[in-house]
């Protein structure tokens, strides 16, 4: 193919519960017909190192511990044996509650100056939500099989929704429930943290639920029956008292015959 050439991507994706780093090697082809403007498209790719999950460190639940972030990042660079300076594009993300910490520009600007032209940026719910959709290949399974699908993504933080019908958006929606949103001790069963939206939700069912001391089994299971609920509402666009008070945006436009 002419005027094709291979480069090295990174995708660096630090979310409120896991960070993780894949390095990818891509062929861009010019496709445009002679005597047109170069038009540039990744023709093939594949997968050269795929990083562990890790926990994405904090310092405490409001702030990210960015030199930690950091040296992570500089440990996965080493392990898959690539230089930042012969990465020449990719991606830095930053999604669900981390993307709303106190020091979420600091993480941005110190992980950006391990590499060249990054997309290096904070996502926002719907752009969370095309991400994750386009990401778990429910974009090109609604191409595939002539159809429309919903892809829905339950983090940390936040749950994310996004409509697909023939590989085209339709719709993107995100609600603050997610798996961190109490923090229990997995032996004592003691809370040691409830983000601001479960905050809500305790306070809206009358749960007693408290930052250190233990919580019920029975308790935290109409807590997590609640979140479910909820979630079950942001896939088919409903939106209730409590469902408006956690919405990130509107609620999901286009859900009648989607598959799930």
């Given at each position: 193919?002419?005027?094709?050439?291979?480069?090295?991507?990174?995708?660096?994706?630090?979310g409120?519960?896991?960070t993780?780093?894949?390095?990818?090697r891509?062929?861009?082809?010019d496709v445009?017909?002679?005597g047109?403007?170069p038009?540039?498209?990744?023709?093939a790719?594949s997968?050269?190192?795929?990083?562990p999950?890790?926990?994405?460190?904090?310092?405490?639940?409001e702030?990210?511990?960015?030199?930690?972030?950091?040296?992570l990042?500089?440990k996965?660079?080493?392990?898959?044996?690539?230089?930042?300076?012969?990465?020449?594009?990719?991606?830095?993300i930053?999604?669900?509650?981390?993307?709303?910490?106190?020091?979420?520009?600091?993480?941005?600007?110190?992980?950006?100056?391990?590499?060249?032209?990054?997309v290096?940026?904070v996502?926002?719910?719907?752009?969370?939500?095309?991400?994750?959709?386009r990401?778990?290949?429910?974009?090109?399974?609604s191409?595939e099989?002539?159809?429309?699908?919903?892809?829905?993504?339950?983090g940390?933080?936040?749950s994310?929704?996004?409509?697909?019908?023939?590989?085209?958006?339709?719709s993107?929606?995100?609600?603050?429930?997610?798996?961190?949103?109490?923090?229990v001790?997995?032996?004592?069963?003691?809370?040691?943290h409830?983000?601001?939206?479960?905050?809500?939700?305790v306070?809206?069912?009358?749960?007693p639920?408290?930052?250190?001391?233990?919580?019920?089994?029975?308790?935290?299971?109409?807590f997590?029956?609640?979140?479910?609920?909820?979630v079950?509402?942001?896939?088919?666009?409903?939106?209730?008292?409590?469902?408006?008070r956690?919405?990130?945006?509107?609620?999901?436009?286009?859900?009648?015959?989607?598959?799930?």
């Amino acid at each position: 193919m002419r005027n094709s050439r291979e480069m090295i991507s990174v995708g660096i994706d630090v979310g409120t519960t896991t960070t993780q780093l894949v390095f990818s090697r891509l062929e861009v082809a010019d496709v445009s017909q002679p005597g047109r403007e170069p038009r540039f498209r990744v023709s093939a790719k594949s997968v050269l190192y795929e990083s562990p999950i890790y926990f994405t460190p904090l310092i405490n639940p409001e702030v990210v511990d960015v030199q930690t972030l950091t040296d992570l990042v500089k440990k996965e660079y080493r392990a898959a044996g690539i230089q930042p300076e012969q990465v020449e594009t990719g991606a830095v993300i930053i999604t669900g509650e981390i993307a709303r910490t106190q020091n979420a520009d600091e993480i941005l600007q110190a992980i950006a100056k391990l590499a060249g032209d990054f997309v290096v940026t904070v996502a926002g719910p719907n752009v969370e939500s095309q991400i994750s959709g386009r990401g778990s290949g429910a974009a090109a399974y609604s191409v595939e099989h002539f159809t429309q699908v919903t892809n829905v993504d339950i983090g940390g933080g936040t749950s994310n929704a996004a409509v697909f019908r023939v590989g085209e958006h339709l719709s993107s929606s995100a609600l603050a429930v997610g798996g961190r949103q109490v923090i229990v001790e997995s032996t004592s069963g003691i809370v040691r943290h409830i983000a601001p939206p479960g905050r809500i939700i305790v306070k809206e069912l009358g749960l007693p639920i408290y930052e250190g001391k233990r919580a019920d089994l029975e308790v935290l299971t109409r807590f997590t029956d609640c979140m479910a609920d909820l979630v079950a509402d942001l896939v088919t666009g409903v939106e209730t008292d409590l469902g408006h008070r956690l919405q990130l945006s509107t609620p999901l436009q286009h859900t009648e015959g989607s598959n799930v």
